[in-house]
């Protein structure tokens, strides 16, 4: 039985968003624990160039949103890069969470051979539906989820690999 479009990406993201969000946990237990204000682990990132803690969490949602807008006639929600604090990013969390467990499963049918275009900057690249999502969704997904817990693990938040990994049952 091959994998259907619907279930190499749903899932996972939901699954991802449930690893974000016991992140979230984890950062404002070590802030309370170590009485550090919760916005530096908010505002933290890597190296100047790449987006904060914050931003990781929002790419990964605007990402799972833009794949059902793109391979479906579905409109995603759109969110505002606005949150401010753990409780912002939860709420975003919890509404693409909705959104995506609002799509149905036979959705995304289909869109193996759909053209998508994209766009950065001065380059563009149009991939079928099945590249889009094997060669940038899932790849830019998991991205921003290693890159949000690898921040925090960097500010000395106690996260490894099981933490990433997330339970298997």
């Keep these: ?9 749903v899932p996972a993201f939901i699954r991802g968003f449930s690893i974000l969000s016991s992140l979230i946990d984890k950062a404002e237990a070590f802030a309370a624990e170590k009485k550090i204000d919760p916005a530096i682990l908010f505002n933290a990132r890597l190296a100047p160039d790449m987006l ?5 969490i929002q790419r990964v949602s605007d990402t799972s949103k833009g794949v ?3 391979l479906t006639t579905i409109e995603a929600p759109r969110f505002p890069d606005d949150e401010a604090d753990f ?3 939860r709420d975003r969390i ?6 995506l467990e609002s799509v149905d499963t036979s959705a995304l049918d289909g869109s193996e051979s759909k053209k998508v275009t994209l766009k950065f900057g001065k ?10 999502i094997l060669k ?10 290693t890159t949000a817990q690898n921040i925090l693990r960097h500010n000395g938040v106690p ?3 099981l933490d990433y990994i997330g339970a298997l049952s």
């Design 123 to 132: 380059m563009e690249v149009t991939l079928s539906g099945e590249d889009y």
């Design 94 to 99: 919890a509404k693409t969470v909705a959104f």
């Design 68 to 70: 059902v807008a793109r």
């Design 52 to 56: 904060p803690f914050s931003g990781q």
């Design 159 to 161: 996260v490894g690999k």
């Design 1 to 9: 039985m091959s994998l259907s479009m619907y279930k190499i990406t």
């Design 136 to 145: 940038f969704v899932l790849p830019n997904f998991y991205f921003h989820v």
């Design 87 to 89: 409780s912002q990013l």
